[in-house]
Protein backbone atom coordinates (compact mmCIF):
# COMPACT_ATOMS: atom_id res chain seq x y z
CA UNK A 1 0.00 0.00 0.00
CA UNK A 2 2.88 2.09 0.92
CA UNK A 3 3.90 2.26 -3.06
CA UNK A 4 1.06 3.15 -4.22
CA UNK A 5 1.12 6.39 -1.60
CA UNK A 6 4.83 6.79 -2.84
CA UNK A 7 3.48 6.37 -7.11
CA UNK A 8 0.65 8.92 -6.45
CA UNK A 9 2.43 11.46 -4.87
CA UNK A 10 5.32 11.46 -7.72
CA UNK A 11 2.49 11.93 -10.19
CA UNK A 12 0.95 14.28 -8.59
CA UNK A 13 3.04 16.57 -7.67
CA UNK A 14 2.32 20.26 -8.59
CA UNK A 15 4.97 23.33 -9.25
CA UNK A 16 4.99 24.80 -6.38
CA UNK A 17 5.81 21.50 -4.12
CA UNK A 18 8.26 20.79 -6.95
CA UNK A 19 9.83 24.08 -6.22
CA UNK A 20 10.68 23.26 -2.56
CA UNK A 21 12.07 20.38 -3.59
CA UNK A 22 14.45 21.84 -5.63
CA UNK A 23 15.26 24.36 -2.52
CA UNK A 24 16.10 21.74 -0.52
CA UNK A 25 18.04 19.70 -2.82
CA UNK A 26 20.48 21.86 -2.87
CA UNK A 27 20.92 20.81 0.76
CA UNK A 28 20.86 17.52 -0.29
CA UNK A 29 17.99 16.68 2.51
CA UNK A 30 15.79 14.89 -0.49
CA UNK A 31 14.46 11.33 0.32
CA UNK A 32 14.80 9.16 -2.76
CA UNK A 33 11.24 9.50 -3.68
CA UNK A 34 11.51 13.19 -3.29
CA UNK A 35 13.96 13.57 -6.07
CA UNK A 36 12.54 11.24 -8.20
CA UNK A 37 9.16 13.17 -7.93
CA UNK A 38 11.29 16.04 -8.64
CA UNK A 39 13.17 15.29 -11.35
CA UNK A 40 10.28 13.82 -13.03
CA UNK A 41 7.77 16.93 -12.44
CA UNK A 42 10.88 18.91 -13.94
CA UNK A 43 11.00 16.57 -16.95
CA UNK A 44 7.09 17.15 -18.04
CA UNK A 45 6.87 20.97 -17.24
CA UNK A 46 8.98 23.54 -18.99
CA UNK A 47 8.09 26.14 -16.10
CA UNK A 48 9.74 24.12 -13.54
CA UNK A 49 12.57 23.19 -16.44
CA UNK A 50 13.11 26.94 -16.56
CA UNK A 51 12.85 27.91 -12.96
CA UNK A 52 15.79 25.13 -12.17
CA UNK A 53 17.78 26.26 -14.90
CA UNK A 54 17.49 30.22 -13.64
CA UNK A 55 18.10 28.85 -10.19
CA UNK A 56 20.70 27.01 -11.33
CA UNK A 57 22.43 30.88 -13.16
CA UNK A 58 21.97 32.44 -10.05
CA UNK A 59 23.64 30.30 -7.90
CA UNK A 60 26.88 30.41 -10.23
CA UNK A 61 26.31 33.98 -10.37
CA UNK A 62 26.85 34.02 -6.74
CA UNK A 63 29.39 31.64 -6.56
CA UNK A 64 31.61 33.78 -9.02
CA UNK A 65 30.89 36.68 -7.27
CA UNK A 66 31.75 35.27 -3.74
CA UNK A 67 35.28 33.60 -5.67
CA UNK A 68 35.83 37.24 -6.47
CA UNK A 69 35.15 38.84 -3.35
CA UNK A 70 37.14 36.02 -1.53
CA UNK A 71 40.25 36.53 -3.70
CA UNK A 72 39.57 40.68 -2.66
CA UNK A 73 38.38 41.57 -5.89
CA UNK A 74 35.58 44.30 -6.34
CA UNK A 75 32.94 43.17 -8.26
CA UNK A 76 33.14 44.70 -11.98
CA UNK A 77 29.52 46.02 -12.35
CA UNK A 78 29.71 49.64 -14.29
CA UNK A 79 26.95 51.85 -13.41
CA UNK A 80 24.88 51.05 -16.49
CA UNK A 81 24.59 47.50 -15.27
CA UNK A 82 23.66 48.30 -11.93
CA UNK A 83 21.14 51.21 -13.16
CA UNK A 84 19.49 48.04 -15.26
CA UNK A 85 19.67 45.91 -12.03
CA UNK A 86 17.79 48.50 -10.16
CA UNK A 87 14.93 48.83 -12.49
CA UNK A 88 14.48 45.04 -13.00
CA UNK A 89 13.70 44.75 -9.20
CA UNK A 90 11.48 47.48 -9.28
CA UNK A 91 9.29 46.12 -12.34
CA UNK A 92 9.00 42.90 -10.10
CA UNK A 93 7.99 44.52 -6.71
CA UNK A 94 5.33 45.94 -8.88
CA UNK A 95 4.23 42.92 -10.57
CA UNK A 96 3.80 41.14 -7.45
Do not use: F, N
Not at 29 to 39: H, K, P
Not at 47 to 60: G, N, T
Amino acid sequence: MIWIRTIWYILTLRCEEADRLRSRARGGELTRTERVAERLHRSLCSSCRKAAAQLDQIDRALEHLADGLSEGRAPDWDEQRAARLDEAMRRAQQES
